[in-house]
């Protein structure tokens, strides 16, 4: 087929967009660790100021400026109340040193903190009580040193958290911080995940039976999609054929009430194709496009009908690269997870590669110290080792019939390879 004939993968993306938000739903879940991966379904703002008051930066000395002479000449004050962390708001006697740890609030009237470490004591002690004086020695006299403004972090009414941004441990920590309890959160999708081919075999002790191979793209779709924030519900591996698969489909579907059915395998040109011929039955709603892309052109989207709700339907090549590049290039943006980093690097060959110059084909690779990025494994869509080993994508666009050292592609950046 030529290129002509086939769409644009950004085209087929919408669509699968667009098919998956009909069933995107979103949660409210406690702001504990259990968020972390969680993808935020509202912009959130803050509920306080933070800090919440002026405080001290460091264990030290609050004192007015006044009180002090130039920056670097001895001064002796009379020790004043200590102030601690978690104390109320208090005064501040002017010609006094109050003794101010790490975090304790400002009291009004004092202008700076004189760290421990610039007075004669040089640490504090659990004898010292409160009175008595103290000799400090400033290296700078400044009015706001090591003092932490009110709202110098955040302030009260300001967004935090933007829609569609990953929680990682800091941004749970700041929305903590900001006086939230929970969060609103994209609902994980339920996702059935077969396996389609009657050669296709589960994980067993020695080689598998002739004729037959194990079964790569169920385990590595379902981690896909695990990764990408789904609920992999359940998995398997179905025979070519057609009334089995829907019926395997159907059962999975109502007992776990899933949001999403993917498919991988059935979808070519062959005699066998199971997907292809399920689409004939009842209650299937299929296309079959052929995208403008290398691996992964044989594709199938649509629904299907269980009891009388359409559930919608991924259907994803068979060879196992194919297979991980429709989940990364398709179901991730189609499941809200967040986009990749992209960047443009200059690829490092020994000899030049062939590209087909009608398709957008994409090539396993490795970025190295250099800032360059090699090529892993062939072309082939079977070469799964390729891909284990890589950690980018390198996608060399229609037009280019030709892969020359130094050339600079776009590359997608990917969990993989050493790292």
Known sequence: MSGAQRIPLADHVADAVALLAAVRTTEVIALDGRAVGRIAARPQRALVDVPGVDNSQMDGYALAAADLAAAGEPVTLPRGAVIAAGDGPSEHLRGTARPI??????????????????????????EQGETGTVTLTPASVEPGRFVRRRGSDTRRGDTVLREGRLLTPARIAHLAACGARDVEVEARLRVIVLSTGSEVQAPAVGAPA?????????????????????????????????????????????????????????????AFEVVRHAADHDGVTLAFPTLAMQPGGPQGIGTLEVDGRRVPWLAFPGNPVSALLSCELIARPALGAPARRRLRLPVQLEAAEPSPPALDQYRRARVL????????????????????????????????DTIRDGDELETLLIPGGDR
């Open 210 to 270: 002739p004729g037959r191979l194990f079964d790569a793209n169920g385990p590595g779709l379902a981690a896909a999609l695990t990764e990408a924030g789904a609920e992999v519900v359940h998995r398997d591996a179905v025979p070519d054929d057609a009334a089995a698969l829907l019926a395997q489909l159907r059962a999975q579907v109502r007992e776990h009430d899933a949001d999403l059915v993917l498919t991988s395998g059935g979808v070519s040109m062959g």
């Open 101 to 126: 740890m790490t975090g304790a609030p400002l009291p009004d009237g004092a202008e700076l903190v004189i760290p421990v470490e610039e007075s004669a004591q040089g640490r504090f002690t659990s």
């Open 369 to 400: 110290p250099s800032g360059r990025v090699r090529l892993v494994g062939g072309a082939s869509s079977h070469l799964i080792g390729g891909y284990a080993a890589a950690d980018a994508l390198v996608r060399v666009p229609a037009g280019i």
